[in-house]
């Protein structure tokens, strides 16, 4: 079956641009997950989706970083008046529940120039 | 405070040899479950194994198994007979479930990874 997908694959914007990135995940997977890889960073986790609400986004940077998640199905993370510190590769990643193991999807590039 | 721990940043190894990879976690929590993830070059994290905290035998995928040792808090990934396919970075994860906010949460805190190469 279909894994998990996001788009773009790549986005190269400017400072200060607005930016959404877009997550469909597997289908019946209640839960979902969006993380941050940076070479910095490593992995962090950005928000959880388990259906529509979000139980734990304590892992959003900034304000300037919302996601949603509509009809438990596709996630959108936008991230407003991008910064350079925002490059990095965003990661969704879906699970069937909060207990089974996580699949990821290819990423989304971003670079903010 | 959860954490991973992958001390070893790169590591070799020849073709048709076995490799372990090391792994260490802290946690207070007494349920946690520990993953590892394959990341090559294109990027797209692929799940591995998988080991509960509450597993009594090690977990063994195909040429992968885990080597958890529950007392010193390890879970190393060993894998046998290394195929060139192998070389890519090599995460270990842990989940720990905790309510936060309006609700459960189970997500990953990764290591910083390993980059495996295997030459021919």
């Known amino acids: 079956g279909a894994g998990v997908s996001q788009s773009p694959s790549n986005k190269v914007t400017e400072k200060g641009k607005d930016v959404e990135l877009r997550c469909d995940p597997i289908?019946?997977?209640?839960?979902l997950y969006w993380y941050r890889q940076s070479l910095g960073q490593g992995l962090e986790f950005l928000i959880y989706?388990?259906?529509?609400?979000?139980?734990?986004k304590s892992g959003l940077p900034s304000d300037r970083f919302s996601a949603e998640r509509t009809g438990g199905s596709v996630s959108t993370l936008t991230i407003q008046r991008t910064q350079q510190e925002d490059s990095a590769v965003y990661l969704c990643?879906?699970?069937?529940?909060?207990?089974?193991?996580?699949?990821f999807g290819p990423g989304t590039r971003l670079t903010v120039l | 405070a959860q954490k991973i721990t992958q001390t070893q940043p790169g590591m070799f190894v020849q073709e048709k040899e076995a490799v372990t990879l090391d792994c260490t976690y802290d946690?207070?929590?007494?349920?946690?479950?520990l993953f590892w993830y394959k990341q090559p070059s294109s990027g797209e994290m692929i799940f591995l194994i998988y080991?509960?905290?509450?597993?009594?035998q090690n977990a063994t995928e195909g040429r992968y198994s885990l080597n958890f040792q529950k007392a010193r808090k390890s879970a190393n990934l060993v894998i046998s007979a290394s195929q060139l396919g192998d070389s890519a970075m090599y995460f270990c994860?842990?989940?720990?479930?905790?309510?936060?906010?309006?609700?459960?949460?189970?997500?990953?805190?990764f290591g910083q990874g390993t980059t495996l190469q295997v030459k021919p």
């Open positions: 989706f388990q259906g529509n609400s979000a139980p734990d």
């Open positions: 990643a879906s699970s069937l529940s909060l207990n089974n193991e996580q699949f």
């Open positions: 289908s019946g997977h209640t839960a």
């Open positions: 080991q509960g905290s509450y597993d009594q």
């Open positions: 994860a842990m989940r720990v479930v905790y309510y936060h906010g309006s609700g459960n949460t189970g997500k990953l805190i």
């Open positions: 946690t207070s929590d007494p349920s946690y479950g």
